[in-house]
Structures are given as structure tokens and as C-alpha cells.
């Protein structure tokens, strides 16, 4: 029986076997080709992103749902309570309040900030931006309220 384990851990492979049987699988069409159906079958299927400009509805639907897994998960171990935003996140909050200061939604935007100040654990690049972008809402608000 040892000698059996032993022919089997044994199994020699030569390198060259393993390079044609690699080989066989790849593709043998050039990837920079297409062919006229692939081509018509894939413009077929493309649709356009449309904006329709609610970058800052999308962002605080998410960032809600993820504060109310966050509160779930919070009762369960206490610690910090606050979501920590990913790179992604904190990206898509910059287009956000760009999007509200260039509709002039100034109120809205300064809401936004303070909330995802509040409830929101950034890198410390991500909430300096947010933390200007308040002040630039802020005084937007005075100077339009006074």
C-alpha cells in the first residue's frame, strides 16, 4: 500500500505537455478581432447610461441602507456605530454635492454634509472635502437667507 501513495505523489509532469495542453485552451481568434455578426449582436444589445441628474438621491439611498444594516449590526456588538464610507462612496459623494451646488439646491446640500458628517466615518482627505464643501453650502445659504 505505501508503494501505491508513493507512485501516486510521484506522477511526474513535463513542462512541455503542460504548455501545449495550456495552448489548446486558449482562443485561437485574435482578440483584436471581431466578427461582423459578434459585432452587430453586441450593438444590438448596447444601451446608452442616461443621468437623469439624481446622483444625490442614489447616493443617499445607499448610504441609508447601509446605515440601517450598520444599526443592526451595532446591536448586536457595541463599538462604533458609524459606517465606514469606501473610496467608491466618497467619490460618488463629491459628484453628489457638486451636482446639488450646481442646481443651486444649496439648503439640500448642506443637509447632506452635515448627515454624512454625523453618521459617516471617511479617510481624512474624504472629510476635509465634505467639511468644505459645507462651507461653501453654508455660505450660500446665509447669503441667500440674509
Same mark, same amino acid.
Given at each position: 500500500?505505501?508503494?501505491?501513495?508513493? +507512485?501516486? /505523489?510521484?506522477?511526474?509532469?513535463?513542462?512541455?505537455? %503542460?504548455?501545449?495542453?495550456?495552448?489548446?485552451?486558449?482562443?485561437?481568434? @485574435?482578440?483584436? /478581432?471581431? @466578427?461582423?455578426?459578434?459585432?452587430?449582436?453586441?450593438?444590438?444589445? %448596447?444601451?446608452?447610461?442616461?443621468?437623469?441628474?439624481?446622483?444625490?438621491?442614489?447616493?443617499?439611498?445607499?448610504?441609508? @441602507?447601509?446605515? $440601517?444594516?450598520?444599526?443592526?449590526?451595532?446591536?448586536?456588538?457595541?463599538?462604533?456605530?458609524?459606517?465606514?464610507? @469606501?473610496?467608491?462612496?466618497?467619490?460618488?459623494?463629491? %459628484?453628489?454635492?457638486?451636482?446639488?451646488? %450646481?442646481? $443651486?439646491? /444649496?439648503?439640500? +446640500?448642506?443637509?447632506?454634509?452635515?448627515?454624512?458628517?454625523? &453618521?459617516?466615518?471617511?479617510?481624512?482627505?474624504?472629510?476635509?472635502?465634505? &467639511?468644505?464643501?459645507?462651507? $461653501? /453650502? &453654508? +455660505?450660500?445659504?446665509?447669503?441667500? +437667507?440674509?
Amino acid at each position: 500500500m505505501a508503494d501505491s501513495a508513493d +507512485g501516486l /505523489f510521484a506522477i511526474e509532469v513535463d513542462t512541455d505537455d %503542460y504548455a501545449e495542453t495550456a495552448a489548446a485552451d486558449t482562443p485561437t481568434v @485574435s482578440r483584436t /478581432f471581431q @466578427s461582423e455578426t459578434a459585432f452587430q449582436a453586441q450593438k444590438a444589445s %448596447y444601451t446608452a447610461k442616461i443621468d437623469d441628474g439624481d446622483i444625490h438621491a442614489q447616493l443617499i439611498q445607499e448610504l441609508e @441602507s447601509q446605515t $440601517r444594516q450598520s444599526e443592526a449590526a451595532s446591536k448586536l456588538v457595541r463599538g462604533n456605530s458609524k459606517v465606514k464610507l @469606501s473610496k467608491k462612496e466618497t467619490v460618488l459623494l463629491g %459628484y453628489a454635492v457638486g451636482e446639488l451646488y %450646481y442646481l $443651486r439646491n /444649496f439648503q439640500k +446640500g448642506l443637509e447632506v454634509c452635515e448627515w454624512v458628517l454625523a &453618521e459617516f466615518e471617511m479617510d481624512g482627505r474624504g472629510r476635509a472635502g465634505v &467639511e468644505k464643501w459645507r462651507e $461653501r /453650502f &453654508e +455660505g450660500r445659504v446665509r447669503s441667500a +437667507g440674509g
